[in-house]
């Protein structure tokens, strides 16, 4: 299986808090992205980092791609009740560009 | 710039029966790509275009499934006859470089 998995499945946190969702894969990678589903709806890509970045922001997202444990973060910094959703991250390996994704983060920002 | 659309958002057929699923890309993108989630596990790959032509259908899971891109606009995927696995979140995406697609909102089929 080459799919990512996240860790946790579900998270639970006070508005304010920070969120911290975690997603490892199996094999080499052009780039890593990460998106975000709210309840009926569609994936809405939120960031994407490619395979030489080590670090990337974007608002209140910080992304971290540590390719040697084939692994990434995705930090949410001061959550809000609209953060609600389920996080997926997806990796595209060297050759093709398919998207392989992981079961996903549900998180739930209590207000 | 309107999104990716899908249509139905949400189909409920029998077992047996046919469904035919609906995606309208973003307008210039010449890929487009099917994925599906199965409740609770992850989402995973079906096929992408390129235009009209198939480039990867490595992740159809039978051939139940057919899939069609038509002068390389929408695409339509069928199932037929639909079984009681094939229930899910069917989501098309599409993208001008495949490095970043934008997904659909997805179609939801349950099969009874």
């Known amino acids: 299986s080459q799919q990512g998995e996240e860790d946790p499945q579900a998270l639970s946190i006070q508005e304010g808090e920070n969120a911290t969702m975690n997603c490892s894969y199996k094999t080499s990678i052009n780039n890593l992205q990460w998106y975000r589903q709210n309840s009926g709806r569609g994936l809405v890509h939120l960031i994407l980092?490619?395979?030489?970045?080590r670090e990337k922001h974007s608002g209140r997202l910080r992304v971290t791609l540590d390719t040697s444990k084939k692994s990434s973060s995705l930090l949410i910094t001061a959550s809000r009740a609209a953060d609600t959703a389920s996080y997926f991250c997806?990796?595209?390996?060297?050759?093709?560009?398919?998207?392989?994704f992981g079961t996903g983060t549900s998180l739930t920002v209590i207000p | 710039e309107a999104g990716v659309t899908q249509f139905p958002s949400h189909s409920v057929i029998e077992k047996g029966q046919t469904v035919t699923l609906r995606c309208d890309p973003i307008?210039?993108?010449?890929?487009l790509y099917w994925y599906r989630r199965v409740m609770g596990k992850e989402i995973k790959f079906l096929l992408h275009?390129?235009?009209?032509?198939?480039?990867?259908e490595s992740g159809m899971p039978n051939n139940r499934f057919l899939a069609e891109r038509t002068g390389g606009t929408y695409s339509t995927l069928k199932v037929q006859p639909a079984e009681l696995e094939d229930s899910g979140v069917y989501f098309c995406?599409?993208?001008?470089?495949?490095?970043?697609?934008?997904f659909g909102p997805g179609t939801r089929l349950t099969v009874l």
């Open positions: 997806a990796t595209d390996q060297l050759t093709g560009n398919q998207f392989y």
């Open positions: 307008s210039g993108h010449d890929n």
């Open positions: 275009f390129v235009k009209e032509s198939k480039q990867d």
């Open positions: 980092i490619r395979s030489n970045e």
């Open positions: 995406a599409s993208s001008r470089s495949g490095y970043e697609q934008f």
